[in-house]
């Protein structure tokens, strides 16, 4: 019989620094739906961050969120002794940055839409993004030696899905205006 999962809490996720970032800085500590409490972080930093970026350094920061987060999230998960905790919402963070980059410029209530579509998306994970999140939820970390770096990459690719999922429906609503 494997170990007990280890409960997220600060105190695990100030035990290293791959954890502090998988944790969304402490917004997937959230008691209630930390998926959604990563992204509203995520959206705040992103307004946050908005007066010194440009194209260019949204591009270079959502390039490296990524690997980053894989690297986060496959420390975090094995440490965690679970294949996808929902404590873990860097995925969250750098998917929807990805979603605001590229429907930007847009008011407080196309951002509010963004949102909810990519909350619909990583939360019901309809069509593909079901498919992105069932391909690494049946690896076996007994047999298989690559089975955490498995459950980080599909930790962070069912929300990316989820982010082309919600910018589709954004771009066919603009199209069909």
């Known amino acids: 019989?494997?170990?007990?999962?280890?409960?997220?809490?600060?105190?695990?996720?100030?035990?290293?620094p791959a954890h502090f970032i998988a944790m969304g800085f402490g917004s997937g500590l959230s008691p209630v739906a930390p998926g959604t409490a990563g992204t509203l972080w995520a959206w705040l930093a992103f307004l946050a961050l908005q007066p010194w970026m440009n194209d260019a350094r949204w591009a270079l920061l959502i390039a490296a969120s990524l690997p980053v987060g894989w690297w986060a999230s496959t420390v975090t998960a094995k440490n965690m002794r679970v294949l996808?905790?929902?404590?873990v919402v860097w995925d969250e963070i750098a998917a929807f940055w990805l979603v605001l980059w590229l429907v930007t410029p847009a008011g407080l209530w196309a951002q509010f839409a963004a949102f909810c579509l990519f909350r619909f998306f990583d939360a019901v994970k309809p069509g593909p993004v079901g498919w992105a999140d069932a391909l690494f939820h049946g690896v076996d970390a007994r047999t298989d030696p690559f089975a955490w770096r498995k459950?980080?990459?599909?930790?962070m690719l069912d929300d990316v899905v989820a982010a082309a999922c919600a910018l589709f429906v954004i771009a066919a609503w603009r199209f069909f205006q």
């Not at 019989?1 to 290293?16: I, K, Q, Y």
């Not at 459950?151 to 930790?155: D, E, H, L, M």
């Open 1 to 16: 019989m494997g170990l007990a999962p280890v409960r997220p809490s600060a105190r695990f996720m100030l035990s290293h």
């Open 84 to 87: 996808d905790p929902s404590s």
């Open 151 to 155: 459950a980080g990459f599909g930790i």
